[in-house]
């Protein structure tokens, strides 16, 4: 069994998507942790609409490559097309953040991402949900990597959020 943290972003009818791919992690995998979640800006994007953002935790005992799999099945499930651009609108993203301690590319798919280290919409939230944790790599934790980031631009702050008739974010 392998602890597994996810990111999952939308731009398009946000709060729908978010809730949408909350509803099938637990579903299939049972048990979540989930951080608040943040509306960003979009980076990268020259047009686009303002992402909501978050990580969820879970456990499974699928391999890198099943859990790459299902989380796109999902995503294309949900309006997302496998040949859109890179930096286009999106129902809903779902990225492996980590698998349990492995590093390294496992099953085409580079662990940890490396989106932790670079977008605050990504270290924010798990820095908060994961705060001891440790990087895989550094060995440092998420709240320490969050306290020295720099993201002068990379507006984000959190927002009211419900999720199966609870609060699991409110805005500052």
């Known amino acids: 069994m392998s602890r597994v943290v996810v990111s999952i972003g939308s731009n398009i009818d946000r709060e729908h998507h978010v809730r949408?791919?909350?509803?099938?992690?637990?579903a299939h995998f049972g048990d979540l942790w989930v951080s608040r979640v943040f509306e960003?800006?979009?980076?990268?994007?020259?047009?686009?609409?303002?992402?909501y953002n978050l990580v969820a935790v879970f456990d499974s005992r699928l391999s890198v490559g099943k859990l790459q799999a299902w989380c796109k099945r999902l995503e294309y499930a949900n309006?997302?097309?496998?040949?859109?651009?890179?930096?286009?609108?999106?129902?809903?993203?779902?990225?492996?953040?980590?698998?349990?301690?492995?590093?390294?590319?496992?099953?085409?798919?580079?662990?940890?991402?490396?989106?932790?280290?670079?977008?605050?919409?990504?270290?924010r939230p798990l820095a908060e949900l994961l705060p001891e944790t440790p990087h895989p790599i550094s060995g440092i934790p998420y709240a320490e990597l969050?306290?020295?980031?720099?993201?002068?631009?990379?507006?984000?702050w959190p927002v009211d959020f419900i999720w199966q008739g609870?609060?699991?974010?409110?805005?500052a």
């Open 79 to 123: 309006g997302r097309r496998p040949d859109s651009p890179k930096f286009s609108p999106r129902t809903l993203d779902i990225d492996l953040l980590t698998v349990g301690e492995l590093t390294g590319e496992v099953d085409g798919v580079q662990l940890p991402r490396d989106e932790i280290g670079r977008h605050a919409f990504v270290l």
């Open 20 to 26: 949408v791919c909350l509803d099938a992690l637990q």
């Open 166 to 171: 609870r609060v699991i974010s409110r805005a």
């Open 146 to 156: 969050w306290d020295t980031f720099r993201c002068d631009d990379q507006a984000l």
């Open 40 to 51: 960003s800006e979009p980076v990268g994007f020259e047009d686009g609409r303002n992402f």
